[in-house]
């Protein structure tokens, strides 16, 4: 797995000055967009996002060793057993090297077994968020639609707010909530064509 660096979303909220300093803040990207294809390595198997067309996602891209990410974790959790009888869809994605021997103890202590969690890289994660490789502010989540259609896209760089800790649960319920109520929307055809995030 490639290296990359991971700043915590929460320090960026303790440390304001941190995300103003940063040389390279994140690009926009483009909302909305199809989501592109990702697998996901789990245990003895692979698991694909197209799999949950159909259901709201809420993706959360996390380290397994990122304070915030575990309580993000948890949060989510609680909200799949919440979420569930609307049609939503939690899914974790880890993609610091050290995933692979934490990434059990990470899904039972912290996701308790709610939601799938699996592996990916450091490339194909910034391609999905349409984010340069190598620096990650974690953590970091992508809200689609049941038409695979990312509505919404939170990255600690930019939206250190969303994931305060005192209003983190609310900011998600917000974003599902929205895509729960909103009509069905029509990507232009150059844009609705769904194009897969290849392993490197």
Not at 42 to 53: E, F, R, V
Not at 117 to 145: L, N
Not at 173 to 185: H, M, N, Q, S
Request: glycine share 8%; net charge positive.
């Amino acid at each position: 797995m490639r290296a990359a660096k991971f700043v915590f979303a929460g320090a960026l909220v303790a440390a304001g000055t941190l995300m103003a300093a940063d040389p390279a803040p994140a690009p926009t990207a483009q909302i909305p967009r199809k989501a592109p294809e990702l697998s996901l390595q789990m245990a003895g198997k692979q698991i694909q996002l197209s799999q949950y067309k159909g259901f709201v996602c809420a993706v959360a891209f996390m380290s397994t060793q990122c304070p915030h990410c575990q309580h993000l974790a948890g949060v989510l959790a609680g909200l799949q057993t919440e979420y569930a009888p609307k049609g939503v869809q939690m899914l974790g994605v880890v993609f610091n090297p050290e995933a692979i021997t934490d990434m059990a103890n990470f899904t039972t202590a912290f996701a308790r077994n709610m939601f799938p969690v699996g592996m990916s890289t450091d490339a194909i994660v910034a391609s999905f968020v349409q984010h340069p490789p190598g620096i990650h502010y974690i953590p970091m989540m992508a809200f689609i639609d049941k038409q695979g259609i990312i509505r919404g896209q939170h990255l600690g760089i930019n939206d250190a707010d969303f994931f305060d800790q005192k209003t983190e649960v609310q900011n998600i319920r917000g974003e599902l909530d929205k895509i729960l109520k909103e009509p069905v929307i029509q990507l232009p055809k150059a844009d609705a064509k769904r194009t897969d995030v290849k392993k490197k």
